[in-house]
């Protein structure tokens, strides 16, 4: 963010109804009005899911930076409805557009925003976000953020959140449901009797209760996965790299050979690393037990696909359901093809071979909790500078200000992570009371946190005119 937004209208008036204003910038802040308040506080007792009492019962303080009607949010690309109303309901100046918008346009929308709300098509890209004058913020709703020049963002002081595990349920369910669908080769009956081929076959067709279920990767997927088919009547193994408790009954085993060569069942739950790469080729396919079946609903990089079509072929594996692959098409239509992956028309004359879209997360509940939390988590950062959860800054967060503490900011200072900027910051906060202060850096961006207490409006003007005068400031936000 260039400096000439940040030192454009830092005075604060005071009117006779007591309400103070400020200018349209994020360089500096108000607390909100009375009326808002008090709308505030029955929601925290009420249905907010964002504001709840501290430990010690007090009602938090919503730090507001602005008047609430001024900050200014872009949505597009049809966010779902559980976010874009947590934040209409927060006052914000919410525009809502169903798609994504060409580069031109998108630049001429986001020059004015204080935050903007994506999913995957919109390319947020350093020439965008040059253009960005006021955005401190950029919400993904979705999984990836590819999409953000993140680097970018986080040298400018723009924060990025995203939910990276709203959707974890929705891909589990859809294990649970191959897994019965590859025992009992429902695919190929189904594809067989709509040619209008009746074929009733019981050879080779399994009940999966007392099967061996072996979950590579026990994250947030792998772990759900383990309860629902532990009660479904599986026993479940898993290998990690990192030592977990099991749910239930489930037991961690220590080799991926010792998985392998155990389970009925294999699925994949890992992160795409360069470790993971390949993860499952023809060494491993040949530890497996002989008609035993693969899943991968984790990244396309994981399994050695022309490697496991030798292995289908073969009968080693008797059955595998894939949802994802080393290249996937942009968008809907008859991509899937030699084109796209040179081994994909190979695979897909398999019998018993389940393939999905990369649809693992993608139902209406994900799409619902992924609009929660990534509303709550723009919510939390605009009002309070929160950043857990985010993606290209350190994750620093300070128990609310509450009522009781009337006189009190919030001085967030984003600035280059170099040897001696504390030490100056100290040395401007040092002639108040810092009653908390956190700092954390990443990579080239430190981000620090620091609350004061019993500071003047003057003060305050004061405070963010010293701190501006630092070279190394990237953003300052003073809230209270
Ligand atoms: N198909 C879909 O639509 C869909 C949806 C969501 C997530 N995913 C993918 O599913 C995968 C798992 O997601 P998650 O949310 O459970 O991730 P997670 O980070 O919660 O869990 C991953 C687990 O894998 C483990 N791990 C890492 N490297 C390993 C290795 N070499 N061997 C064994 N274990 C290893 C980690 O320790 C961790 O416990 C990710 O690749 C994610 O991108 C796919």
Redesign the pocket.
């Given at each position: 963010m260039p400096p000439s937004t940040l030192t454009q209208n830092i005075k604060i008036q005071s009117n006779g109804d007591n309400r103070r204003e400020v200018s349209r910038s994020m360089s500096m802040s108000t607390s909100p009005h009375e009326t808002f308040h008090q709308r505030t506080v029955s929601s925290t007792e009420g249905t907010s899911p964002i504001l709840t009492r501290t430990k010690t019962g007090a009602i938090p303080k919503q730090l507001k930076p602005f008047r609430e009607q001024d900050i200014k949010i872009l949505l597009l690309e049809n966010v779902n409805q559980t976010g874009r109303e947590i934040l209409t309901g927060q006052g914000y100046q919410v525009e809502f557009m169903k798609s994504s918008l060409p580069e031109d346009q998108l630049i001429e929308k986001i020059k004015d925003v204080h935050v903007i709300g994506i999913r995957s098509k919109t390319k947020l890209t350093a020439r965008v976000l040059s253009a960005a004058k006021n955005l401190i913020v950029i919400g993904c709703f979705c999984?990836g953020t590819n999409q953000v020049d993140l680097k970018y963002a986080a040298e400018h002081g723009i924060c990025v959140f995203n939910s990276?595990?709203s959707?974890?349920r929705?891909?589990a369910e859809?294990i649970i449901g191959e897994i019965i669908v590859l025992a009992r080769q429902l695919g190929d009956r189904n594809s067989e009797l709509h040619r209008g081929t009746w074929n009733k076959v019981s050879a080779k067709c399994w009940e999966i209760r007392g099967k061996t279920l072996g979950i590579?990767?026990?994250?947030?997927?792998?772990?759900?996965l383990s309860v629902l088919a532990e009660s479904m009547g599986m026993d479940v193994i898993y290998?990690?790299?990192?030592n977990?408790m099991g749910m239930g009954n489930a037991r961690q085993v220590s080799s991926?050979e010792q998985l392998l060569s155990t389970a009925d069942f294999v699925t994949?739950?890992?992160?795409?690393?360069p470790?993971?790469m390949n993860?499952i080729s023809a060494k491993e396919l040949e530890t497996m037990k002989q008609g035993s079946y693969l899943i991968n609903?984790?990244?396309g990089s994981?399994i050695d696909i022309p490697a496991l079509i030798d292995a289908m072929r073969s009968g080693k594996v008797a059955g595998a359901a894939l949802?994802?692959y080393p290249a996937e098409p942009a968008g809907n239509g008859d991509y899937f093809n030699n084109e796209l992956n040179t081994w994909a028309e190979d695979l897909r004359s398999l019998k018993n071979l389940v393939l999905t879209p990369?649809?693992?997360?993608?139902t209406e509940e994900a799409q619902s909790a992924i609009g929660v939390e990534v509303a709550e988590s723009l919510v939390r950062y605009v009002n309070e500078g929160v950043t857990v959860g985010a993606v290209n800054m350190p994750e620093v967060t300070l128990r609310s200000l509450t009522m009781d503490e009337p006189n009190h900011a919030r001085v967030i200072f984003i600035h280059q992570n170099v040897p001696g900027v504390l030490r100056r910051v100290n040395a401007v906060l040092g002639d108040h009371n810092v009653d908390k202060q956190m700092t954390d850096s990443r990579g080239d961006v430190a981000y620090l946190m620091a609350d004061i207490s019993n500071v003047t409006e003057t003060e305050i003007a004061e405070l963010y005119r010293e701190l501006e005068s630092l070279k190394e400031k990237v953003v300052i936000r003073i809230l209270y």
């Open positions: 999984i990276p595990f959707n974890s929705s891909v859809l590579i990767g026990y994250g947030h997927i792998g772990s759900q290998y990690d790299v990192v977990l991926l994949c739950h890992v992160p795409e690393l470790e993971t993860l609903a984790s990244r994981v949802d994802v990369h649809i693992g997360g993608s």
